[in-house]
């Protein structure tokens, strides 16, 4: 048998109980203040009687439930604090090695640009020698075609020269 209904057939006998104890509604008329010594003596034995199986089936178990509640309530609460702290430390060591995570990067990104702007220099230094070795080159070779090419003028203006005197002269020089 549940104890609930047990704790009902319980509460059942007690009021029929009580309303058997009950005087009449025609004594309700008479007003009298005196007890009923019979009545006070019915009322204290039942109520010896309920109290043990009251309070065994129905008061102990609901105590019982309370406490347990309560102690649960409680130690839902510890945890929930516990769980609580132990999320915000985490969360306080996840934000340190975030920012560690974050200066290593800093500092790598910053050694990254600096051997970028090294390489870069050292590019454009060797580029800028090499194009100076080839202007150099350049200028070189057109100085000797220029030699060369003032040579062939200089060659060819004296036949031309030559060759135009001994027109207007009507002979051969």
Do not use: C
Not at 88 to 96: D, N, P, S, T
Request: proline fraction near 2%; avoid cysteine; charged fraction near 25%.
């Amino acid at each position: 048998m549940g104890l609930r209904t047990a704790a009902n057939i319980l509460f059942s006998v007690s009021l029929a109980a009580a309303a058997a104890l009950v005087p009449s509604v025609a004594h309700a008329a008479e007003l009298n203040l005196a007890p009923d010594w019979k009545i006070v003596a019915t009322d204290i034995a039942v109520f010896g009687l309920l109290i043990y199986p009251v309070n065994r089936m129905l008061i102990g178990p609901m105590l019982r439930l309370v406490a347990e509640r309560q102690r649960a309530t409680e130690g839902s609460l510890d945890e929930a604090g516990a769980l609580q702290k132990e999320s915000g430390e985490l969360g306080r060591e996840l934000e340190g090695r975030l920012a560690e995570a974050r200066a290593r990067a800093s500092a790598r990104r910053t050694e990254i640009l600096t051997t970028a702007e090294e390489e870069e220099r050292a590019l454009l230094t060797a580029a800028s020698a090499d194009a100076a070795r080839t202007i150099e080159a350049a200028r070189t070779a057109i100085d000797a075609d220029l030699v060369e090419a003032r040579a062939a003028l200089e060659r060819d203006a004296n036949g031309l020269a030559r060759e135009a005197a001994a027109r207007l002269l009507g002979r051969a020089l």
